[in-house]
């Protein structure tokens, strides 16, 4: 299994990412919103006592806006969990804040206004989410504000709110980050939808960035909550996401990658309200929205990558345009190989599906790369499921995958299930996944040494070619004197497991 927590450092926007939380959902952890450590309950709260209501006329701490008499600018710090999507939205509430007047902290420690926005996707991710909040009101300095934002103060609140007395305000999407005069709304009524979204976002230091060109999501598969707090799908404008795109590459990004929850339908819900009327996912016949958005910003960057495709969104159009962008790679989020357990998922394809899907693009490109995860445990997975998910491993050669256990979410279908599978015989069943996919994946990077590819730096030492998505995938290391931002061609000298070594000669 190819796992790691990446740090990123971008001024002062400390970005924590999770990879696995990109496709759902992860290791069921013992610990969620019910069970607050008891060093919660000792930690210092505010001079309020509890979860202060904020003013412009509290004089014993700097107010969260624009205060006039600090010296220095406000700065703030901004903790992100989860997947990509929340990276964003964490980028633009950055660049929101030094719209205001705020400057990047170099730590929590050193912030004016620290802000965790926080993953509610599965039990693993609250916890963590809870941690780092719990970090951050033991690293902010006296008189600091604590804000949590993201999907879980979306998801829980009011919850959150009380169980946890040293954070100042629990700001859900659509309310602001502050009561001063200079409030900073995550999304402000009445444009719910995209004010975040199309918000401007500050200059990355990294060649690559997430594009994000879609919130919501119209499927509710069986295991899945995030409909429940995200909404149904809606898409931004080809005008928006473009416009984006050409201000991230005039600041030297070099790499767009494409994120939403579920990407292979972006523009339906647009083209729904146009005709009145719905518009069918699978679209065979080249007018899916994405293909004309793929070919627009391919002319406008170097790669553009697409990331969570649907299985039944990789339409014959899309997948043409895909390789022609010269990215030849494909994240399909299949989750399962059983038609059994898809159908229990409330989930489109099988096996035999899939592996035809795959055969076609790789007889079209044999040098197609692809990702996927898979769920272990499901409500009702027997042992005749998990052998079809290690045939089916065994048989698609993926380059990349992903593997989590089931976690069991209030309010999702998956919820109202009999038959659990117990966690430890799913954690077998993961075990055994992963394993025989690290020996796949190990197998595919051995079989690029002596291959010619080209590869982006990212940072000193660290390459990517078209086969390596950002911190998800392994990566070409490099010499550390390369160009950051350059686009080199190298040799690959050898394999170490996910990365391999590049030189150029
Ligand atoms: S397609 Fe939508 S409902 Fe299904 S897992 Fe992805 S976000 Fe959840």
């Known amino acids: 299994m190819v796992s790691s927590v990446t740090p990123l ?34 930690c210092e709260s505010g001079p309020e006592g509890s979860n202060p209501s904020l003013s412009a006329t509290d004089t014993e701490r700097p107010a969260l806006g624009v205060a006039m008499y600090e010296e220095r600018p406000m700065r703030y710090w901004i903790e992100t969990l989860g997947c990509p999507k929340n990276h964003v939205d964490s980028e633009k509430l950055a660049g929101l804040l030094v719209s205001q007047g705020y400057g990047p902290a170099d730590s929590a420690s050193d912030a004016d206004l620290v802000v965790a926005n926080t993953c509610a996707f599965i039990e693993a991710a609250r916890e963590e989410s809870i941690e780092t909040v719990l970090e951050l009101a033991d690293a902010k300095r006296d008189g600091a504000r604590l804000v949590v934002t993201g999907c879980m103060a979306e998801r829980y609140g009011d919850e959150l709110a009380e169980a946890l007395p040293e954070v100042d305000l629990v700001a859900r ?30 200059a990355t ?5 997430y594009v994000k060109i879609a919130e919501g999501c119209d499927r509710r598969c069986g295991f899945c909550a995030i409909p429940s707090f995200r909404g149904d799908q809606r898409s931004r404008t080809t005008d928006e996401i473009l416009s984006e795109a050409r201000a991230l590459t005039a600041g030297g990004v070099r790499e767009i990658v494409l994120i939403a929850q579920d990407l292979a339908s972006w523009g339906h819900d647009r083209r729904r309200g146009a005709l009145g009327e719905a518009v069918e996912v699978l679209d065979e016949g080249g007018s899916q929205p994405l293909i004309e958005l793929t070919r ?94 290690l045939e089916f491993l065994e048989a698609a050669q993926l380059d990349w995958a992903g593997f989590f256990t089931f976690s069991d979410e209030e309010g999702t279908y998956a919820h109202t299930l009999g038959s659990p599978v117990p966690h430890e015989l799913a954690l ?59 686009l080199v061609e190298v040799e690959i000298v050898a394999s170490h497991g996910t990365d391999v070594e590049g030189v150029v000669r």
């Open 9 to 42: 450092k971008m001024g002062g926007l400390r970005l924590l990412c999770h990879p696995d939380m990109m496709n759902p959902p992860g290791e069921v952890g013992e610990f969620g919103l019910n069970h607050i450590p008891a060093k919660n309950a000792a």
């Open 173 to 202: 999407f659509n309310e602001s980050l502050t009561v001063a005069s200079t409030p900073v709304a995550l999304r402000a009524r009445p444009t719910p939808a995209f004010d975040l979204l199309n918000l401007p976002r500050p």
């Open 205 to 209: 230091s990294a060649p690559w960035a």
């Open 296 to 389: 627009a910003l391919s002319n406008e960057v170097e790669r553009v990558r697409l990331l969570y495709l649907y299985p039944s969104g990789l339409t014959t159009g899309l997948i043409d345009a895909i390789l022609d962008t010269g990215v030849p790679y494909f994240d399909l989020s299949l989750q399962h190989s059983s038609r059994k357990m898809l159908r229990a998922m409330r989930r489109w394809g099988d096996a035999d599906r899939f592996l035809e899907r795959i055969a076609a693009i790789r007889a079209a490109d044999p040098e197609a790369t692809f990702r996927s995860s898979f769920i272990l445990g499901y409500p009702g997975e027997t042992e005749e499921d998990q052998e079809d998910l």
């Open 428 to 486: 077998e069943r993961l075990r055994e996944a992963s394993a025989l996919q690290d020996d796949i994946t190990a197998a595919r990077r051995d079989s690029l040494v002596g291959t010619r590819q080209q590869v982006l730096i990212d940072s000193p030492g660290v390459g990517r070619s078209v086969r390596e998505c950002p911190e998800i995938d392994g990566i070409v290391m490099v010499d550390p004197d390369l160009t950051v931002g350059s």
